[in-house]
């Protein structure tokens, strides 16, 4: 069977898979770190918005940033398992990492109905705005992640193309990464 | 294939070609990073109970920061990777430090030297004069906008938020903003007249049952009292210390507790304006 180019070149030290997962991060970082710079200011020159964020309820956060990082030690270990060579063990850490996104998905679902029920709509005020437009574009990339990593362990249990295993880990990271920067921003700093 | 499964096998940092590279990346390494990682959520969790604003933005941001950094160090494993790759995720992350920097002076502050941003300030009055109702509201009923009874300890909270919103909009120079709806008419009724008469005669439900009786201020003869002068600092006093602080009835009480200076003044000269030689 033919190797895709992105495994096999390795023009720059590292594989092009793995250099393409890098600058696709690059410039997540800027989206996010966009989104999050433009809320802080605007959380900053609006006191009226303390009162608001008042009300996120941060255990359902602490919650959700508890499921997080424990997927991504999952996705870490799966990244050892495929180093390994033991692609079946690097699948079923894989599968634990996608439940920790569906369990992400299902509080963060949970919550939000919660949270229409009590009137704070995406058109509320500008801080539930900023609120749903972060968590929500976050939980994007969450589902896109977990799609990946079903695929990626779906070949990696065949014992196929085990790199992509590190590639969406080190997506699933950033994930984590930029919870761990939402998770004070709307549920600590009140 | 799995001589393939890892990016860095290049490079000679593959997590079981040396023993110390594999202690520090194998699983149980991971398990020590990921326990860290949740003692350090704890903390920031609990930072904000202190209610010190300084240790809440620390235990909140310093604590992200690295929390971060373990990530991207022991998860992404970005310090073994090719130099450049971290330079131009620096880069990225320059980009965004030099946009927060370039409208934040635009965002943070409502008013420059030639321009004013209307609409925000709007907002803000807006948003501070619709929570400002919905606490009077809350207090008067004693249910709050979502149906909850409000407590004492609730009410204090809610009567602080109030008192620091109209302290912010008297900032902004927000017209009436300061201005608290005080009738001196109003409570002297209630609060006088059991005693003196709603109209100031010394007529109140209690007036008989006094010795000696209430001061009728209606009558001239109060004002024009050879012993006592009745100027305005007396009337004050009387109403603030009560009765024994001026040398007269007791059973006049004290109101200070009750009143602000502004209102002690206000029903001072409604006392004074009860006066029939006033001019």
């Not at chain 1, 992105?6 to 696709?24: F, H």
């Not at chain 2, 109030?162 to 903003?177: K, N, Q, S």
């Amino acid at each position: 069977m033919e190797k895709p180019v992105a495994t096999v070149r390795s023009a720059a030290g590292i594989s092009t898979g793995m250099l393409s997962i890098w600058w696709l991060l690059a410039s997540e970082i800027v989206i996010f770190g966009g989104l999050l710079g433009a809320y802080i200011m605007h959380r900053i020159g609006h006191p009226e918005w303390a009162e608001y964020a008042s009300h996120t309820n941060t255990w359902f956060g602490t919650l959700n940033t508890v499921i997080l990082l424990s997927s991504s030690l999952s996705a870490v270990l799966a990244h050892h398992a495929a180093e390994q060579g033991d692609g079946k063990k690097a699948a079923k850490l894989l599968y634990m990492t996608v439940g920790g996104a569906v369990g992400f998905l299902v509080v963060k679902s949970i919550e939000w109905t919660i949270e229409i029920q009590h009137g704070y709509t995406i058109t509320a005020n500008s801080f539930w705005s900023f609120y749903y437009v972060a968590a929500g574009i976050h939980g994007g990339h969450v589902i896109v992640g977990a799609l990946f990593m079903l695929w990626v362990a779906g070949l990696a249990k065949k014992n196929k193309e085990l790199q992509r295993v590190e590639m969406v880990g080190v997506y699933w990271h950033f994930v984590d990464l930029v919870w761990i920067f939402l998770f004070p921003l709307l549920y600590i700093a009140k | 294939m799995s001589e393939q499964a890892t990016s860095h096998a290049g490079h000679g940092t593959d997590g079981h070609d040396s023993d110390g590279h594999d202690h520090a990346h194998g699983p149980e390494h991971y398990v020590k990073i990921w326990l860290l990682l949740l003692a350090l959520l704890a903390l920031s969790v609990a930072g904000p109970f202190l209610e010190i604003q300084v240790i809440t933005l620390l235990t909140a941001f310093g604590i992200a920061v690295v929390k971060a950094s373990l990530v991207v160090k022991y998860f992404m494993h970005l310090d073994v990777q090719p130099k450049y790759v971290m330079y131009f995720l620096a880069t990225s992350l320059a980009f965004m430090v030099l946009f927060f920097f370039g409208i934040a002076p635009d965002v943070l502050h409502h008013e420059g030297q030639n321009w004013v941003n209307m609409a925000a300030e709007e907002e803000i009055v807006r948003a501070f004069t619709a929570r400002r109702d919905a606490i009077d509201t809350a207090v008067r009923t004693g249910v709050d906008e979502h149906g909850h009874e409000v407590d004492e300890d609730h009410e204090r909270e809610l009567i602080a938020e109030r008192d620091d919103i109209t302290e912010r909009l008297v900032e902004m120079g927000v017209a009436g903003a300061g201005e608290v709806s005080f009738d001196a008419a109003t409570t002297f009724a209630t609060t006088c007249g059991p005693c003196h008469g709603e109209g100031g005669a010394g007529d109140g439900a209690a007036a008989a049952a006094l010795d000696p009786h209430p001061a009728n201020f209606t009558d001239p003869a109060f004002w024009n009292d050879p012993e006592v002068t009745r100027d305005h600092e007396h009337i004050v006093t009387t109403i603030r210390d009560g009765g024994a602080a001026v040398g007269r009835s007791p059973l006049m009480a004290a109101f200070g507790a009750q009143f602000d200076e502004e209102q002690l003044e206000a029903m001072a000269l409604f006392v004074e304006g009860l006066n029939p030689n006033a001019e």
